[in-house]
T-cell receptor
Framework: EAGVAQSPRYKIIEKRQSVAFWCNPI?????LYWYQQILGQGPKLLIQ????????DSQLPKDRFSAERLKGVDSTLKIQPAKLEDSAVYLC????????????????????FGPGTRLTVL | GQQVMQIPQYQHVQEGEDFTTYCNSS?????IQWYKQRPGGHPVFLIQ?????EVKKQKRLTFQFGEAKKNSSLHITATQTTDVGTYFC??????????FGTGTQLKVEL
């Protein structure tokens, strides 16, 4: 089974420029997440989609960040304009659905992460 | 928002020594997950704990969920160089929203 795909893997831009990241989740996974991971910290959820609807975007800086998931499959995350503090790894993850997969009668919420995009803002 | 603290922040051990990381929350948790992130890699799911006092083992890894469901621990017996990485606990909020802990970075020296 193919994992979560992300591109590009690395991106270097100057502040005030725009950048976009792409994510293709595992086939059949209804829920897609974008995380921001600053060096030395744990991932922080930016936005969560259920199919093509937004479930949670409470931590998304909406003045500069936007995300969409057209047709409930691929997703793009955009930053416009970028700031120095946006330098981080942007991780995309997916899960089967809001309840995760079911195994042995138990419901798991395992999220599968992609390799991430390392963004450097100069 | 929900916060989880992990201790220690860093741990250096000699290969063969044991390692433990602790995750603490001020609120009662519905469940807790553990992830491992290798240097330069992405988080990989290890396990989910749901029941009060639950203990699960995966080879040399032992996971515990506290009786009050406010804390959890991950213990590695006889560490190996392949155990190097950062271990995160993560708690689930509404809608399967994950809040990650601060992480414990493990380094294993030969």
């Amino acid at each position: 089974e193919a994992g979560v795909a992300q591109s590009p893997r690395y991106k270097i831009i100057e502040k005030r420029q725009s950048v976009a990241f792409w994510c293709n989740p595992i086939s059949g996974h209804a829920t897609l997440y974008w995380y921001q991971q600053i060096l030395g910290q744990g991932p922080k959820l930016l936005i969560q989609f259920q199919n093509n609807g937004v479930v949670d975007d409470s931590q998304l800086p909406k003045d500069r960040f936007s995300a969409e998931r057209l047709k409930g499959v691929d997703s793009t995350l955009k930053i416009q304009p970028a700031k120095l503090e946006d330098s981080a790894v942007y991780l995309c993850a997916s899960s089967l659905d809001r309840g995760g997969f079911v195994a042995g009668g138990r419901s798991y919420n395992e999220q599968f992460f992609g390799p991430g995009t390392r963004l450097t803002v100069l | 928002g929900q916060q989880v603290m992990q201790i220690p922040q860093y741990q250096h051990v000699q290969e063969g020594e044991d390692f433990t990381t602790y995750c603490n929350s001020s609120t009662t948790l519905s469940n807790i997950q553990w992830y491992k992130q290798r240097p330069g890699g992405h988080p990989v799911f290890l396990i989910q704990l749901v029941k009060s006092g639950e203990v699960k083992k995966q080879k040399r890894l032992t996971f515990q969920f506290g009786e009050a469901k406010k804390n959890s621990s991950l213990h590695i017996t006889a560490t190996q160089t392949t155990d190097v990485g950062t271990y995160f606990c993560a708690v689930t909020g509404g809608g399967n929203k994950l809040t990650f802990g601060t992480g414990t970075q493990l380094k294993v020296e030969l």
